[in-house]
């Protein structure tokens, strides 16, 4: 169980990955001077070439538990959308999903996530941004708005993303995103 942002269509939506981070096998992680590859990726019979094997970050990340705060840089771009098959609580009668994945709010990511929406909407005529918990109940209560893409300011996204969505009564939050 846990909450997720996703964007819905019935258009594909291209992968936007985060420019912040990188998969890498072993040899390409030596190769790049990273210095903490965990022993067990370094013994024998590894194959240290398996693409995909360690995550390699051009920032640090530090989450304070006690204040609940994310300190990540504030870089606009550090965000990735990616596609991903519907999951099981995904509530959208769309065909095609895709992750929003990025460690909090800013009003840069929201910015850029606002051209991301604009660019798709030449391709289809709406878009569905989700906030909700996926989890194997099967109703939640569920909030929809409908807004032209030429509306959707940063306020709405910080407030989309800051819902409750894991507080009962639980609820599904969606932006019907639209030309316009």
């Known amino acids: ?18 420019p912040h981070e990188q998969l890498l096998s072993v040899n390409e ?3 790049a001077g ?5 022993d067990f990726l370094l013994k024998d019979g590894i ?3 398996e693409p ?18 994310v300190a990540d840089g504030d870089f606009d771009d550090d965000f990735a959308i ?12 769309k065909k095609y999903c895709v992750l929003l994945e990025w460690n909090r709010y800013t009003p840069g990511r929201a910015g850029m996530l606002i051209k991301y929406l604009r660019e798709r909407l030449t391709e289809t005529d709406e878009i569905e941004l989700w906030n909700c918990w996926l989890d194997d ?22 407030e989309l993303d800051s819902q409750p969505v894991s507080k009962l009564p639980l609820t599904d939050y969606c932006f019907c995103v639209i030309r316009g």
């Open 1 to 18: 169980m846990s909450q997720v942002l996703y964007l819905a269509a019935d258009y594909p939506l291209p992968k936007r990955p985060n």
């Open 34 to 38: 990273v210095s903490d590859i965990p």
């Open 47 to 49: 194959d240290r070439d």
């Open 29 to 31: 992680a030596i190769a």
């Open 52 to 69: 995909d094997a360690i995550l390699v970050s051009d920032r640090e990340v530090r989450f304070d538990v006690e204040n609940g705060t």
């Open 82 to 93: 990616l596609p991903v098959e519907k999951l099981f609580g995904m509530r959208t009668e």
């Open 137 to 158: 109940e099967p109703i939640h209560q569920m909030r929809r708005a409908v807004v032209r893409i030429g509306e959707l300011t940063l306020e709405d996204i910080a």
